[in-house]
């Protein structure tokens, strides 16, 4: 087992018209994260890809290309690829019963019915990785349908604090591989 290799996943679905949605905002994460490294994605075949040194750690970040209920394909490729712990993967993804804007950092558990961590969870045969669960809340009005509301644009209140609730979530990510790298103490992250 190589504790070196951490694996941040963005959950979220491609394509132009799920960009700014409420269910892409692992992706929106990631993309920021990768901003502030100076990373551009790489494309591959299902996935996009990119991955950093920094000094003893590999970081590597991963945007499943496939949908939502595909994501655990890219995941399984890249964990046999750099013969990753399950242990030292974080996934970002979107969390309904949440308020908008709590962000909760956990291991292990169910999927709660998030066809991303079920595909995951059922490809890599674990569920005994990490999770940053991003709350988005649920639908004010009861006649909106879940999947009609997670494939929804932000309104205009929540996109105005979405700049700080994502530079938050990236400081958890941090916080994330400094405590699980025991010789990460010695060692300063970059600033983000």
């Known amino acids: 087992m190589n504790l070196e290799h951490f694996l941040l996943v963005g959950l979220g679905n491609p394509g132009k018209k799920y960009t700014n949605t409420r269910h892409n905002i692992g992706f929106i994460v ?9 990373l551009s994605w790489k494309e591959e075949k299902k996935y996009f890809y990119q991955k950093i040194k920094i ?8 945007k499943p290309m496939e949908y939502m209920n595909l994501s655990g394909n890219a ?30 950092l956990k291991l292990g558990g169910g999927h709660a019915g998030h066809n ?12 005994d990785f990490y999770r940053l669960r991003f709350g988005i809340g649920r639908p004010e009005n009861k006649d909106i349908e879940i999947a009609d509301y997670v494939l929804s644009n932000f309104n205009e209140q929540e996109k105005q ?10 400081e958890k990510l941090l916080e994330w591989i ?14 983000i």
């Open 75 to 104: 995941v399984l490729e890249i964990l046999q690829l750099y013969k990753i712990a399950v242990k030292n993967i974080l996934v970002v993804h979107d969390e309904i019963d949440f308020p908008f804007g709590k962000m909760k």
């Open 116 to 127: 991303g961590l079920k595909d995951i969870i059922q490809k890599i045969s674990s569920n």
């Open 55 to 62: 000094e003893n750690l590999t970081l590597h970040f991963l």
């Open 178 to 191: 400094k405590n699980l790298n025991s010789t990460s103490k010695s060692q300063e992250l970059p600033q």
């Open 161 to 170: 604090e979405l700049p700080k609730l994502i530079q938050k979530a990236k």
């Open 30 to 38: 990631l993309d920021e994260l990768l901003k502030d490294y100076n």
